[in-house]
């Protein structure tokens, strides 16, 4: 086969690049040859099988992604010059293509429909003929995230998404590796079968388009069945499961599924066998009931195995990859055609012959009808056309081995065969085999090529470069051009970061062009890197086809991004391409790529990126990063060190880094000098006078410690001002970081550089560096940072702290720790332990104000500072008032007009003064920057003034230094607050000639807090910190209390505390009197208070009221006994004190009163005094160190108290009790009101909870609230502890009290429950305490007011007779026969009920025992919960069974003996008894009156024969019978019931009215029973089916207990009376069928009713006799009967009525694992079971039925399960459940009749419409034998319960196409003659007896008309019949 043309090539090939797309214009010069290829493109081999330049990107269709890779844009440059020469080629060659028709079009596949002339090519798949639908055969050649990327024949690639690569039914088995999922399940080289989903068909990307496939085998095997598999054959199946013995497999159908056992190769061989993987095995055995097919995965064994013939196998079976045994049929020019399994033909094209290396004479290898094995490569449906493939890889089940690389170089090629005008087959000799390469005539030269076999012999060698590989054929791809050998980039792996090429623009767009290197490969040049500078207009600087130099940046993925900045692609510096060739010193090019404040990140080759810090950048001081450079700039770096491990690398803009002398260096810490250079608006640049630097920095915050004075600084500042003094905070770079804080300045010898130099507890100077939310970083000198958490950096708990500080604030810092290996700082920041000692804080304040103001002046003429001096501070001056306002008086002073005086209203004290008045007012604060003065009109200050200026000059400065003489530092004075200032106070010092003094209001700590307010003239306490001195700005520096109270103050504390210590008797006076203690203060400035247990020390006399005798301001003597530990809100601490008579008596108190010791014992008696109490507990102080608790319920017992408990224990009131439980931890005692008993005995309660011990004793008479109110007669769950809960049975929840207990009790008279509620406070006592076996406590509790202790009311009414009823009963004992007892019923079944006489005596009451008459449902009559009274009749104390009667007939006098005498009952007797049984042989009958049961035999129960007792008769039923014999030997009564004993003697019996009425009813009842037997057949199916399913009979019987719903398990849902009417009837009438199959059919029926009823009488005989009552006896029962469904549901609901639901289900699920397999009905009965049981308990019950549901389709008949769920859903009206389901089901069985009819059924009860539509869907469904009785079903359904209309015309269209079947008459006439239209149904009688039908029908119909006219009594019409019967009868004879 040949090779096609260069456009075909380019469609359908994608595995390599296109070289030089150039070459292909040579070829429009040539005609001929363009023709030749376009003749022959069926011999088209693609040369390009590697991926586009621009994959798509990771497994997602096309996305904007796709479009900014420019895939789509470059491809179209070159489709547009292939579109433009093909189309001219088009136009001149039409004529000629028209005469070549005849060649087959690769664009045409041809089938298995051939006829006439054979096809000269074979069938090849290309992008022209792909379709969706196609089956195609490939190789996985990558595996992707979310997609596949497979390599098709031909040399197509497709795509798989991950959604497609696998069936949907297996999500939830691999859902956990969904993230990475094909990864594990494919890999590349596997051989997998696909089909085609669709085509890209986007216009712009034409030859590019996509080809999406799907791997899933629902598709791949859409047609196969479980019939269609074979033994043999070869399937492919997804792992679904891993199993113990094997895998579960799945073929994508749900109709079978495979298993593949473990011993075989597909684990041996190493395969990682997971949930998804896709294995192929050969087919060993099918279990088709099962519906398993059993397969084995030997490698070599699915290689061999062939696909037999199948007889009508079709297309679409053939799966690609299945091997066939085919035939030469004929020979093709490039290929075979073969044919296959019988009816198909398929062909090999030329590169899949056996040979991989064809010769020019291949076809000499393929004789016609030659047999060879081949494989399907791929199958059309459309078309029917079917490749296949002899490649011997192919055969053996494997993808052809890879032994070449894309661009590989073979010099010695050997050429094998010269395809004429098409192109070259070459043998290279790669190892370790050869591999077949093609090269196609456009790529064998440069120039065009016209004889081809000239120019290359078969046998030489060429050069040959590998351009593809087509996985699939095993075929490479080649080119023989020499431009091919030249280029340095031919793929993507030549292409290195960093290399120089050249590039031809081939698009441009906004993002930067696409460039294309000469070897065809593509790369994208980003925009910015386009230029060296920002290009607006790239289209105008980069042109599209100019050829331009670029540098590659870098290769990721086959994307190739170049740069084409001129200092990059010229740079002749090292390239850096990966981490670990970062070392230090190499000096390289990068480009910036962000900018930080920090610094800047710059990038390199192959996405390699550093970080050069701010000092390596080499700014100037104060300059931005961004300023000096930009994003994308070009920088020369030095790479400073890096860590390849860390990816990272550290860089320096500076190639030569300053090196500074140790000696010229500037040491951390030291002062230095500098003189402003420039300005910045976030920092002032200084010149340092210094050696080694030129400049520093010196940020705006480290201008001053104020920030206000900072910023201030910052704005007067100008260049050239000199700072004396600034301290080096960092010298890492030249750049020096310098600051002008005093705070620093002062203490820079105590800074410290290293952490070494730290020490803890000690405070250090320093600034905040950085806040964030957990606390603030502090600084000193250089990098070294301390920490101080949120917690430690205020006192009080602020929410942020960036409202507290700032960054660049002073601070003082209390060293906390110091950790020695981390080298980690924790400070605290609190003002309490960082308050300032000294005044430098002010200092620096003041000082700073006049440096601002001498800058402010030096901008004029810098003498403006002289007014100065004449405003001294404490001098006066005279002013004239300018103005008075609402805040002062403003003065004004004639020599100096720009300076102004200010006096506030507290400094003009009282003096009124007039606007242009003369003032003479004292100088108290000067402003210099402000030019203000305040001034003082305050005599004080004036007349010290006068005084002092009374002297010479001498005498004042002497008299001055004397005054300022007596000032000390450091001494403590009073002070008063003249001016309130922003920042300070202005002080006066009384006590000193009232000197001015200032004070800072703030600290550095608290420069942002919210200052304490001062007033004028309020009084403080301050410190002398510092005199008036040149350095102190002349001012007299004070520190307030409040500030330097830490420091200062201690001395003086020190004294006061020596003063008063613990033991001290002081006088106090009362401050405040409170509910639980008394406020006093004593002394100077002290507080202290007493406790309420402090005052007196009679315990037993208890006061309610203690501080009722004391009055506010009365003074006391109180003795000092401790100190607390929690100051009082004035944040001083309080003195405890004590005026207990004892404390005040004794000499000496020593030290024990510090602690106080918790000497208390469990039931002593204390007092306390509450003072806290919320709903539960009421808390009290028993002393100042011990509290107590007291429990809501521990104290009272009365519910109208615990109603009151927060009112009567009230605050402040005095609380005596017993101390329950010891918390010595807490100090927390729990005390009870009531006294303990004397002794603990066995039955005390000890519960531990928290310490706590509780004691609770039987007879207790406790305090209670309802905790739960329990279902049924659980009683209640009531709370008597905080922790301690007990149990009130049923019985004793009140007392019964009924005279006559007998005569019945009013419906709701007597409930238990009632006046109860939740939450209810009530009155218990403890009956009895056990321990369980999990060690809690049950405790039992009654509420019964009868009980001792329990009502004050007089109980000697209540009888105590043994037989009174209202004796509560406790032990078995206390019973005896006879005796009259009371109780409440507990749970009720068929058989009777059981009754609650008390919590520990239950009964059991004989259904026959409920009543002396008829009890028709039991469950109604006597509902759980109902009060009864009945008669003891039996007690056994051995097994504790007690037997009671609730019948109140006079019987009860009557003896025992005369009960059961036989010698009162005579032969021949007419007697009156209650059928306790129905047996198969018969009815046993309790003769009334007494305990003597008779057999009647069913022989004599009547005249005719009885089929089935069970339908006529049911136990309970009153009946009149004969005694027919008594044999007293054996004690047997035999009874008779014929009609013909009862005629002589109808009047014998002598019976109340009451029961003659009754027994009339029931004669009437049992006769119409038998008339039904004879006349209605379908009655009798009815019943018949009835009893014939257990379900009915069985599971009704189970009812609630406990409260506990039923199961309500029905098992007759499918409506019997429809199913069988018509098959009755037709027996009637059907003389088809002979007697003796009739009775032999009769008589296996009644063998299989009569085995049932004796199994059911059986099982029923045995709970009757002896019915369980525990969990054993139920045991022994379930493994004596342990197939028997009944028993196991008595049991389910046992343990229902004992509320354990669990217990229930476990029963169920032994149940069902025990019942034997075959026993479908019985395992069917317990599903129902639990079905009901889920639907009532399951959490929630829709999802837990749904779970029982689908474990029941596993075991049971799926149909009956789901008409049983139907069957509950329609119970319990769950109707959109119902619906929902019976959807389903006419789905899943839509060829059962029964489930159609359910459907109508339903819609007819619900009035629904759509039931045609519903008619109609079946009838389409159905089989056609099934028609009749369905429609005839659904009639009767439309007569019931819907439009009789339509019935009617369901009826009529039947038996218009079936007119003689009588049992369609038969029905149609019962339902008209049901709703009685007289008219009608003569006229219906009157067609069907004109019918021609046989004799015997005939007679059926006359019969039926006759019974019908008699019914109605009209003997006119009786007659008309008997004459129409005469008239058929003669015409029939003649």
């Avoid at 003189?675 to 002032?684: H, I, K, L, M, Y």
């Avoid at 108290?924 to 002297?951: C, G, H, Q, Y």
């Avoid at 919210?1010 to 350095?1031: D, E, R």
């Avoid at 199916?1581 to 398990?1609: C, F, K, N, Y």
Wanted: charged share 25%; hydrophobic share 35%; proline share 3%.
């Amino acid at each position: 086969m040949a090779a096609s043309s260069r456009k075909s090539q380019k469609k359908s090939s994608k595995d390599g690049p296109k070289f030089n797309k150039a070459s292909k214009n040579q070829f429009k010069n040539s005609k001929k040859q363009i023709n030749d290829a376009v003749e022959a493109q069926d011999l088209a081999l693609p040369p390009d099988d590697d991926v586009p330049v621009f994959p798509r990107g990771g497994g997602h269709s096309l996305t904007q992604r796709e479009r900014d890779e420019i895939h789509a844009e470059v491809d179209a440059e070159f489709e547009a010059a292939e579109r433009g020469l093909h189309k001219k080629n088009k136009k001149k060659k039409k004529t000629e293509r028209k005469a070549n028709e005849t060649v087959d079009d690769l664009g045409s596949l041809f089938g298995d429909g051939i006829s006439g002339k054979l096809p000269r090519y074979a069938n090849k798949i290309t992008l022209k003929n792909i379709s969706a639908g196609m089956k195609l055969w490939g190789v996985v050649a990558e595996v992707n995230e979310k997609d596949l990327v497979i390599c098709l024949p031909g040399g197509l690639r497709g795509l798989a998404r991950a959604a497609d690569a696998l069936d949907p039914i297996l999500d939830n088995e691999i859902e956990a590796n969904e993230d990475n999922l094909l990864p594990t399940i494919f890999h590349v080289g596997q051989l997998v079968s696909c089909i085609v989903l669709q085509l890209d068909d986007d216009k712009k990307e034409i030859g590019k388009r996509k080809i999406w496939l799907s791997l899933r085998l629902s598709l791949l095997y859409k047609g196969l069945s479980l019939e269609t598999v074979q033994e043999g054959m070869v399937l492919t199946a997804y792992v679904k499961s891993i199993e113990d013995h094997g895998y579960i497999l799945h073929f994508g159908l749900p109709s079978f599924t495979g298993f593949l056992p473990r011993n075989n190769l597909a684990e041996n061989s190493g395969i990682d066998v997971k949930p998804g993987l896709l294995l192929q095995g050969v087919v060993r055995s099918i279990d088709r009931t099962r519906k398993v097919v059993y397969l084995s995965s030997d490698p070599d064994t699915v290689s061999k195995c062939v696909t037999k013939d199948l007889k009508g196998i079709s297309i679409d079976l053939l799966v690609p990859g299945m091997m066939v045994t085919a035939r030469v049929q004929s020979i093709l020019e490039n290929g075979v055609m073969l044919s296959f399994l019988t009816y198909f033909t398929g062909t090999v094209d030329i590169f899949h012959l056996q040979n991989t290396f064809p010769t020019t004479n291949w076809k000499n290898d393929y004789n016609q009808h030659k047999k060879v094995n081949a494989r399907i490569l791929f199958v059309d449906p459309t078309s029917r056309a079917v490749g296949l493939t002899l490649n011997p890889y192919l055969l053996h089940n494997r993808a052809p081995p890879s032994h070449v690389k894309v661009g590989d170089i073979y010099d010695q090629s050997k050429v094998v065969r010269v395809d004429r005008g098409l192109g070259l087959l070459l043998d290279i000799p790669s190892t370790p085999v050869s591999t077949p390469a093609y090269v196609t005539i456009s790529d064998v030269a440069e120039e065009e090529v016209r004889k081809l076999e000239k120019k290359y012999k078969e046998g030489s060698y060429v050069r040959v470069r590998i351009l593809g590989f087509r996985h699939l054929e095993g075929l490479a791809t080649g080119i023989l051009k020499a431009s091919a050998f030249e280029g340095l980039v031919f793929t993507h792996s030549d292409v290195k970061p960093g290399m120089v090429v050249k590039g031809k623009v081939i698009a441009v767009d906004s993002f930067g062009a696409i460039v294309q290197f000469p070897g065809g490969v593509k790369a994208l040049c980003p925009l910015p890197h386009m230029s060296e500078f920002e290009i607006v207009k790239p289209g105008k600087k980069f042109k599209v086809g100019a050829e331009l130099v670029f540098r590659v940046l870098g290769v990721k993925s086959k994307r190739i991004t170049v740069t084409h900045k001129k200092t990059l692609v010229k740079s002749k510096l090292a390239i850096l391409s990966s981490y670990a060739e970062a070392t230090d010193g190499l000096i390289t090019h990068g480009w910036i790529t962000k900018i930080e404040k920090h610094g800047c990140f710059v990038r390199f080759y192959n996405g390699v990126q550093g970080f050069a810090p701010r000092s390596e950048l080499g700014l100037d001081p104060g300059c931005e990063p961004s300023s000096m450079y930009h994003v994308g700039q070009v920088v020369k770096c030095r790479i400073m060190s890096s860590i390849p491990a860390s990816r990272r690398i550290n860089l320096s803009f500076m190639m030569k880094p300053t090196r500074v002398s140790e000696d010229d260096l500037v040491k951390l810490g030291s002062l230095v000098s500098g003189v402003v250079d420039v300005v910045t608006p976030n920092a002032v640049v200084v010149y340092v006078i210094a050696k080694g630097y030129s400049k520093g920095t010196i940020p705006t915050e480290h201008l001053a410690d104020h920030l206000e004075h900072a910023t201030v600084m910052k704005s007067v500042i100008k260049p050239g001002y000199e700072f004396d003094q600034l301290l080096v905070l960092d010298n890492e770079s030249s750049n020096l970081l310098l600051s002008a804080k005093y705070s620093l300045i002062n203490s820079a010898q105590q800074l410290p550089s290293d952490a070494s130099h730290i020490h803890p507890n000690s405070v250090v100077h320093g600034y905040v560096c950085n806040i964030i939310e957990t606390g603030c970083f502090v600084r000193f000198l250089g990098r070294l940072t301390g920490f101080a958490p949120r917690s430690k950096a205020v006192d009080g708990q602020r929410a942020d702290l960036s409202k507290t500080y700032y960054v660049g604030q002073s601070v003082r810092s209390n060293i906390l720790d110091v950790n020695s290996e981390t080298g980690r700082i924790t400070l605290s920041l609190k003002q309490s332990c960082c308050s300032s000692t000294d005044a430098s804080f002010m200092q620096e304040y003041f000082l700073l104000e006049e440096k601002i103001a001498m800058l402010q002046s030096s901008k004029h003429n810098g003498s403006e500072l002289k007014w100065v001096e004449g405003f001294i501070i404490g001098s006066v001056i005279e002013g004239k008032v300018h103005e008075s306002n609402d805040f002062g008086v403003v003065v004004s002073f004639e020599e100096h007009s720009d300076v102004y005086g200010f006096i506030t209203h507290h400094q003009l004290a009282g003096a009124t003064v007039e606007s242009g008045s003369v003032i003479q007012a004292a100088i108290l604060d000067v402003a210099k920057a402000e030019r203000l003065v305040d001034l003082s009109l305050k005599t004080v200050f004036i007349d010290r003034f006068r005084e002092a200026n009374s002297n010479r000059q001498a005498q004042k400065k002497k008299r001055k230094r004397e005054a300022s003489k007596d000032l000390e530092v450091h001494q403590t004075v009073n002070a008063i607050v003249e001016i309130v200032k922003e920042n300070y106070l202005v002080l006066s010092l009384p006590e000193y000639n009232y000197s001015i003094g200032y004070a800072s209001v703030s600290d550095y700590n608290t420069q942002k807090f919210p200052q304490k307010q001062f007033l004028n003239g309020q009084s403080v306490i301050a410190t002398v910190m510092a005199l008036p001195s040149s350095s102190t700005a002349g001012r007299l520096l004070l520190l307030l209390k409040a500030i330097s109270e830490t420091e200062t103050s201690s001395s003086k504390r020190a004294k006061k505390k020596s003063s008063y210590d613990v033991g001290s008797l002081v006088q106090a006076e009362i401050t405040e009197i409170k509910p639980l203690e008394l406020r006093l203060k004593f002394g100077i400035g002290f507080h202290g208070r007493i406790h309420i247990t402090e005052v007196n020390d009679d315990k037993s006399n208890v006061v309610e009221n203690l501080f009722s005798n004391f009055k506010i301001g009365q003074t006391v003597t109180a003795r000092i006994i401790a100190k607390s530990n929690k100051p009082d809100m004035k944040k001083s601490f309080l003195w405890e004190l004590s005026i207990k008579p004892s404390m005040l008596t004794v000499s000496e108190i020593g030290s024990k009163l510090l602690f106080e010791e918790c000497d208390v014992s469990i039931g002593q008696r204390v007092t306390g005094y509450v003072y806290k109490v919320d709903n539960e507990w009421a808390l009290l102080t028993i002393s100042r160190h011990l509290k107590a608790q007291l429990f809501i319920l521990d104290s009272a017992y009365e519910p109208s108290e615990l109603q009151e408990f927060q009112r009567r224990f009230h605050i402040g009131k005095a609380v005596t009790g017993h101390v329950l439980s010891i918390n010595k931890e807490k100090k927390l005692l729990r005390l009870v009101l009531r006294p303990f008993q004397d002794g603990i005995s066995d039955k005390t309660v000890d519960i531990s909870n928290d310490n706590m011990q509780t004691f609770i004793h039987e007879g207790d008479i406790v305090g209670g609230r309802i905790s739960k109110i329990l279902s049924g007669v659980g009683g209640l769950v009531v709370q008597i502890g905080p922790h301690l809960y007990g149990r009130v049975h049923f019985t004793e929840l009140k007392n019964i009290c009924v005279s006559d207990p007998l005569s019945g009790y009013d419906e709701g008279q007597f409930d238990p429950l009632s006046g109860y509620d939740e939450g209810q406070f009530v009155k218990c006592k403890v009956l009895e305490i056990s321990r369980t076996v999990r060690g809690t406590f049950h405790v039992e509790l009654s509420l019964r007011s009868s009980l001792d202790g329990m009502s004050s009311t007089n109980s000697s009414d209540l009888s105590t007779d043994v037989d009174t009823p209202g004796k509560h009963l406790e032990k078995i004992e206390d019973l005896s026969p006879n005796m009259i007892v009371q109780g409440y019923v507990k749970n009720v079944t068929s058989k009777g009920c059981f009754i609650m006489l008390s919590r520990k005596l239950d009964a059991k009451v004989l259904l026959s025992n409920l009543s002396d008459g008829y009890v028709e449902s039991p469950e109604k009559e006597f509902p759980i919960g109902k009060l009864v009274a009945g008669r003891v009749l039996s007690v056994e104390p051995l097994s504790k069974r007690v037997e009671v009667t609730l019948k109140t007939s006079d019987s009860r006098t009557a003896s025992q003996s005369e009960i059961n005498n036989l010698s009162n009952l005579h032969v021949g007797d007419i007697v009156i008894g209650q059928i306790k049984r129905v047996e198969s042989y018969g009815l046993f009958i309790t003769i009334e009156n007494t305990n003597l049961v008779g057999l009647c035999h069913v022989s004599e129960l009547s005249e005719d024969h009885v089929d089935n007792i069970g339908t006529i008769y049911r136990a309970g039923e009153k009946v009149k019978v004969k005694i027919l014999k008594v044999d007293k030997e054996k004690r047997r009564i035999s009874l008779g019931m014929k009609s013909s004993y009862f005629k002589n003697d109808a009047d014998n019996l002598q019976m109340s009215s009451e029961e003659e009425s009754d027994e009339a009813i029931e004669e009437v009842g049992s006769y119409n029973r038998s008339s039904l037997l004879e006349n209605s057949s379908v009655a009798v199916q009815d019943m018949d089916t009835e009893s014939e399913d257990g379900g009915s009979l069985v599971l009704a019987q189970i009812e609630s207990r406990a409260s506990v719903p039923p199961l309500e398990v029905n098992l007759d849902d499918e409506q019997p009376d429809m199913d069988n009417g018509i098959s009755q009837n037709q027996g009637h009438t059907d003389e088809a069928k002979t007697i003796d199959e009739k009775n032999n059919r009769h008589a296996k029926k009644k063998e299989k009713e009569e085995r049932e009823q004796e199994i059911r009488a059986a099982e029923e005989r045995l709970l009757e006799k002896d019915a369980p009552r525990t969990p054993d006896e139920f045991e022994r029962l379930v493994r004596s009967s342990p197939n028997s469904s009944f028993v196991w549901i008595k049991y389910m609901a046992f343990m229902l009525s004992m509320a354990d639901v669990e217990k229930a289900r476990s029963i169920a699920e032994r149940a069902l694992q025990t019942i034997n397999i075959r026993e479908e009905n019985e395992k069917l009965n317990i599903w129902v079971a639990y079905f009901n049981l889920e639907n009532e308990y399951g959490n929630p019950p829709e999802e837990a039925v749904v779970k029982v549901f689908q474990r029941a389709l596993q075991y049971c008949d799926p149909k009956k399960v789901h008409l049983a769920l139907l069957g509950l859903y329609e119970r319990t009206e769950q109707n959109k459940l119902a619906d929902e389901l019976l959807y389903k089901m006419i789905k899943k069985f839509k060829h059962s009749c029964k489930v159609w009819l359910r459907r109508v059924q339903r819609l007819l009860k619900q009035q629904q419409e759509g039931v045609q539509a519903v008619v109609q869907r079946a009838l389409l469904s159905l089989p056609r034998h099934k028609h009749i009785k369905f429609i005839s079903q659904t009639a009767i359904l439309e007569f019931k319960n819907g439009v009789a209309d339509r019935g009617r015309s369901m009826f009529e269209g039947i038996l218009s196409e079936y007119p003689k079947r009588t049992d369609l008459w038969s029905i149609y006439l019962d339902q008209e003659i049901r709703l009685g239209d007289v008219d009608l149904i003569r006229g219906l009688f009157e067609r069907a007896i004109s019918l021609s039908l046989p004799p015997k029908k005939m007679k059926f119909l006359f019969k039926k008309y006759l019974e019908y006219e008699k019914s109605l009594g009209e003997e006119e019409r009786i007659e008309y019949v008997k004459q129409k019967a005469m008239e058929y009868v003669e015409s029939t004879l003649a």
